[in-house]
C-alpha cells in the first residue's frame, strides 16, 4: 500500500516551546491531510483536516492557533503545536489519502505517529 | 458515517483463524466497512474495505451479511504479531476523514 511517513518518530520539548511535526505522503499526492492525536488507552481522535494551499478544517474544540497546520505541498503537511504544555503530550498522527487507481484508491493511509512529550 | 459496535475485546489462539465482528446496523446505501489495525504505538494500519461483496487480500477476509448490517474480518491463521486494535469504519467512499470509535483489542495467544 502507499507509503505515510511521519518526522520526528519522538520528540521532548520545554514548556512553552513550539515543536513542529511533519507529515509526507511517498509515493502518492495528498491533496487532503489529517491529523489525529490519542493519549493512552483511548481511540485516536481527529483534530483537522489539511488541504493543500488552503487553510485547514478544525474540528469543534481543537485550537486552531495552538495547533497550527501548513499544507505547502502535495506530499507535505506540517502540524506545529505552539506554547506546548505537558497537557498537550500525546501521539499525534497524520493520514493521507489516495486517490490512485484500483481498489486502493481513496483509501486513507497513516504515518507512524510522532510521540511528544512536553517537559 | 454510520456508528460501529464492536466488542472490546477477544482473544484467539496462535495459527486459528481470527473472527472479529461489527455491528453498522444504520449503514447507508453509499457507505462502505474499512477495517485497520493499530499495533501499540504504531500508526493505523489499513486492511481492507468493501461496499457489499465480499473481500479478500493478502492480509485478511471481509464477510459482509447481505442486509450489511454487520461484517466479520477473518485473518485465517492469526500469529502473535497480529495482537493489535482493529477498527472497523463505516465512512462514504469520497468522504473524507476517518473517525475511529474504540475498536477490539485483539489478543492472540501461544
Known amino acids: 500500500g502507499a507509503v505515510v511517513s511521519q518526522h520526528p518518530s519522538w520528540v521532548i520539548c520545554k514548556s512553552g516551546t513550539s515543536v513542529k511535526i511533519e507529515c509526507r505522503s511517498l509515493?502518492?499526492?495528498?491533496?487532503?491531510m489529517f491529523w489525529y492525536r490519542q493519549f493512552p488507552k483511548q481511540s485516536l481522535m481527529l483534530m483537522a483536516t489539511?488541504?493543500?494551499?488552503?487553510?485547514?478544517t478544525y474540528e469543534q474544540g481543537v485550537e486552531k492557533d495552538k495547533f497550527l497546520i501548513n499544507h505547502a505541498s502535495l506530499t507535505l503537511s506540517t502540524l506545529t503545536v505552539t506554547s506546548a504544555h505537558p497537557e498537550d503530550s500525546s501521539f499525534y498522527i497524520c493520514?493521507?489519502?489516495?486517490w490512485g487507481q484500483g481498489r486502493s484508491g481513496n483509501t486513507i493511509y497513516f504515518g507512524e505517529g510522532s510521540w511528544l512529550t512536553v517537559v | 458515517d454510520a456508528k460501529t459496535t464492536q466488542p472490546p475485546s477477544m482473544d484467539c489462539a496462535e495459527g486459528r483463524a481470527a473472527n472479529l465482528p461489527c455491528n453498522h446496523s444504520?449503514?447507508?446505501?453509499?457507505?462502505?466497512v474499512y477495517w485497520y489495525r493499530q499495533i501499540h504505538s504504531q500508526g493505523p494500519q489499513y486492511i481492507i474495505h468493501?461496499?457489499?461483496n465480499n473481500e479478500t487480500n493478502e492480509m485478511a477476509s471481509l464477510i459482509i451479511t447481505e442486509d450489511r448490517k454487520s461484517s466479520t474480518l477473518i485473518l485465517p491463521h492469526a500469529t502473535l504479531r497480529d495482537t493489535a486494535v482493529y477498527y472497523c469504519?463505516?465512512?462514504?467512499?469520497?468522504?473524507?476523514?476517518?473517525?475511529f470509535g474504540a475498536g477490539t483489542r485483539l489478543t492472540v495467544k501461544p
Open positions: 444504520t449503514i447507508s446505501g453509499n457507505e462502505y
Open positions: 469504519i463505516v465512512r462514504v467512499y469520497n468522504n473524507n476523514d476517518m473517525r
Open positions: 509515493d502518492f499526492q495528498a491533496t487532503t
Open positions: 493520514s493521507a489519502r489516495d
Open positions: 489539511s488541504n493543500e494551499g488552503s487553510k485547514a
Open positions: 468493501g461496499l457489499k
